[in-house]
């Protein structure tokens, strides 16, 4: 795996075709679309890749990327920080219980 090839260098040359992307999406009707949500959805398509990906295999899946994917990717990534903020509240919880538990015991 290519986990150590560096996507970001490319960013801003790749920008045209993240701008055209996004425009794409808007006329789709899809206006939350942005530039940096959809080059974080490729560089992650990307880093599953085994061989090194050249400048133009970027600007390919910039370009072939589906509303779909990019749907896909963001419910994904939306339920992944739920149910970690799910876990941080259950863990705040436990300290209040805790706190409050331990103050009652001292009075």
Known sequence: M???QQFDV???DAWPALKSKV???????????????????VV?????????????VVINMILTLRLSEYMNRLT??????????????HALIDDID???????HLT
């Open 10 to 12: 490319w960013k801003e």
């Open 98 to 104: 805790n706190h409050s538990s331990s103050k009652r």
């Open 44 to 56: 992650e398509k990307l880093r599953k890749k085994k061989d090194y990906v050249r400048f133009h």
């Open 76 to 89: 994904i990534q939306s339920y992944k920080e739920s149910s970690s903020d799910t876990s941080d509240l």
């Open 23 to 41: 425009e794409e999406f808007h006329l789709l009707g899809y206006h939350h679309a942005d530039e940096e949500a959809v080059w974080d959805c």
């Open 2 to 4: 290519m986990s150590n």
